[in-house]
């Protein structure tokens, strides 16, 4: 049982994307007895919402604002992986939310919905909602999934497409999907905003 805290701190490098000088701090602690177990610097700038951390596996993988996800081990604080980008530039910007099943981080991102294996941090499987029209959406012909976090229940992912701010009137052909959880397949989908 362990608590994961994170926090923005000063450190020596600049950042160029805001100019300023910040990194993110890890802290992790026993919940039995508030002991420090370890406390790190990730070496990259904080995650964008706290909603994008998540511990399954002995293991704590964080979403950060260059859009890779990384991944400590839980008990000793040694980093482990940086993980693939599922695509580019579509696959940087993730919901503000954060799953796990399967041995996979399950996310949903502009580019689709992605899982990132737990070993590796490799892309286990993209699943996407490819546009009928391609004016239909700018996301590389698909339909964004920026719902937060993915909805898991007897091996099925369910998730909605949407955007951070969507437009007036809402785009057409967004959907609610359900995708098997282990393989990314698509298994059924509504028409909706949802």
């Known amino acids: 049982h362990l608590s994961i805290r994170r926090q923005r701190q000063m450190c020596i490098r600049d950042s160029p994307g805001i100019g300023a000088a910040m990194d993110a701090v890890i802290t992790a602690a026993r919940l039995d007895t ?28 964080i979403r950060f604002e260059d859009g890779y996800i990384y991944c400590w081990d839980l008990r000793s604080g040694q980093k482990l992986w940086k993980s693939q980008m599922s695509s580019w530039p579509w696959g940087v910007f993730g919901a503000y939310g954060i799953s796990s099943y399967g041995g996979n981080i399950i996310v949903g991102q502009y580019d689709g919905i992605a899982a990132y294996d737990w070993d590796t941090g490799k892309v286990a499987w993209l699943y996407q909602a490819p546009a009928p029209y391609p004016y239909e959406t700018v996301y590389q012909g698909n339909y964004p999934f920026f719902a937060g976090s993915p909805w898991i229940a007897d091996g099925k992912v369910y998730l909605c497409n949407t955007e951070h701010t969507p437009t007036q009137p809402i785009t057409r052909g967004w959907k609610i999907h359900c995708v098997n959880a282990t393989t990314g397949k698509g298994i059924w989908s509504i028409t909706g905003y949802m």
């Open 34 to 61: 508030g002991a420090i177990l370890w406390n790190i610097t990730a070496g990259v700038i904080n995650n964008v919402w706290p909603s994008e951390t998540i511990a399954d596996h002995g293991k704590v993988a």
